[in-house]
């Protein structure tokens, strides 16, 4: 049994070349607390976020879900995110974070690759990381599940192995249950 549908600030489905660029998510005083996700691509293509901020919600800043393909995410700060600033799950590929300044949130990780998907069981691939640091000075903590590894360029990205076997682990046996 799945869980209601997400309740998002701002959801891009099934578009194609959307651009957003120097905007603030969520504006105004709005509390992004009340949002599970705040920016939610879900089989968008050719899409970007650029040159701004998103606050995180009770799950994440940004998710990618859905078969994605060539989502860009950057000059970006992102601030929280309860589970993690980035999801990128649901056999998207060739997105990139580049230049992104992630604020770490209450998370294990801050960016998550191919955690379990309701939607799609695809793989996903062709993720690059360029670039993307924290603003603590530590390394931005990764997981990968149900993907190939990161291109990773710049920044300062740690792979964390223990937690991305477990989350291998968990898309599989959430995969055989949930038929």
């Known amino acids: 049994m799945s869980k ?8 891009i489905s099934d578009a194609d070349g959307v651009h957003l660029e120097n905007v603030t998510l969520p504006t105004g005083d709005e509390d992004s607390l009340i949002y599970d996700d705040v920016l939610k691509f879900s089989h ?3 899409c970007s976020f650029v040159g701004g901020t998103v606050y995180g ?6 998710d ?5 393909e ?5 000059d970006t700060l992102l601030i929280g995110g309860a589970t993690a600033s980035v999801v990128i799950k649901g056999g998207s590929r060739n997105c990139t974070l580049s230049e ?6 209450g998370g294990r990780w801050d960016i998550e690759l191919g955690g379990h998907s309701d939607q799609s069981r695809k793989r996903t691939v062709n993720t690059r990381l360029f670039h993307v640091r ?20 710049g920044g300062y990205v740690e792979v964390l192995f223990w937690e991305s076997l477990a989350l291998k682990l968990f898309v599989f046996f959430r995969g055989l249950f949930s038929k």
């Open 4 to 11: 209601d549908v997400d309740n998002n600030y701002l959801s």
């Open 44 to 46: 968008a293509t050719n």
């Open 57 to 62: 919600g009770r799950e994440n800043c940004i």
């Open 64 to 68: 990618m879900n859905r078969e994605c």
């Open 70 to 74: 060539n989502v860009l995410i950057e």
């Open 100 to 105: 992104v300044l992630i604020t770490p949130g």
């Open 134 to 153: 924290r603003t603590d000075g530590r390394p931005v903590r990764v997981v990968v599940g149900r993907a190939d590894k990161p291109e990773i360029r």
